[in-house]
């Protein structure tokens, strides 16, 4: 549920800027406006969670990037977390995460309660405000070409 949720983060994060994946590998190819590659990519999760409701309040600043590292990372490419991060399916009292010492812990049952708040803030989003319905078409534009 984790990881799935670490590749959702990406995709939510290039909907919100209207852009589009494009792998290009060891070459210089130039990007073309609205077009990240994976060198980029880690930069949009966190954006995510440093910017997105309510992520923001839910991540420490501190923890973003070991975030990356150490969980979406971790789990995307070894099928573990590391650097002291668990995940665990306990109680948590609405929090997301809880640090004692360099023991994180990752309260997997808040991630969808999260999920939703954020889904219902860009709901509100792509119905009023006019920059996310053009980021919106430009990516599901893309999305629908084959």
């Not at 670490?6 to 995709?11: A, G, H, N, R």
């Not at 210089?28 to 923001?56: C, D, I, K, M, V």
């Not at 708040?117 to 919106?136: G, M, S, V």
């Amino acid at each position: 549920m984790v990881a799935l949720f670490c590749t959702l983060v990406e995709y939510l994060e290039s909907c919100e800027k209207g852009d589009n994946f494009r792998f290009v590998g060891r070459t210089n190819t130039t990007l073309r406006p609205h077009e990240y590659n994976e060198r980029q990519a880690a930069g949009y999760f966190r954006a995510f969670l440093r910017t997105r409701t309510p992520f923001s309040t839910l991540v420490p600043a501190g923890l973003v990037d070991s975030f990356y590292r150490d969980v979406r990372c971790g789990l995307l490419h070894e099928a573990r977390t590391r650097g002291g991060w668990t995940i665990s399916t306990k109680p948590s009292g609405g929090r997301l995460l809880s640090q004692r010492g360099s023991k994180i812990t990752l309260f997997r049952n808040e991630l969808i309660p999260a999920v939703e708040k954020y889904i219902e803030d860009y709901r509100q989003r792509l119905l009023t405000d006019p920059n996310t319905q053009a980021a919106f078409m430009r990516k599901f534009d893309h999305l629908c070409v084959p």
